[in-house]
């Protein structure tokens, strides 16, 4: 299995970025997938999860408003749209597959990416 993040890059606040994140070596429409960033000096946080079919999402609450998570089964990819950027949303972005579900702990997933930074210049 392999998830391949794309996509980050350096912005200036108030900007915009889209992820994506292709998967292969798996049954991708089986899986709930979810996005997740890790800050300089912090712990991995939740950002955002979509369920198989696209029709659940769940964000995290600093991002709801501004982000957007959607996917696309026939192209195995997930994507995440990133609107009004702020600089505390500097990070690496990691995508992950849940068998489970739209889970929001990083427990509940199966498979993670190798993710892709994200850097929001002030």
């Known amino acids: 299995v392999q998830l391949q993040a794309s996509g980050g890059g350096l912005v200036q606040a108030g900007g915009s970025l889209r992820l994506s994140c292709a998967a292969s070596?798996?049954?991708?429409?089986?899986?709930?997938m979810g996005w997740f960033r890790q800050a300089p000096g912090k712990e991995r946080e939740f950002v955002a999860s979509i369920s198989w079919n696209g029709d659940t999402t769940y964000y995290a609450r600093s991002v709801k408003g501004r982000f957007t998570i959607s996917r696309d089964n026939a192209k195995n990819t997930v994507y995440l749209q990133m609107n009004s950027l702020k600089p505390e949303d500097t990070a690496v972005y990691y995508c992950a597959a849940s068998r489970a579900g739209t889970g929001y702990a990083e427990v509940h997933y199966d498979y993670w990416g190798q993710g892709t930074l994200v850097t929001v210049s002030s």
């Open positions: 070596g798996l049954t991708f429409s089986s899986y709930a």
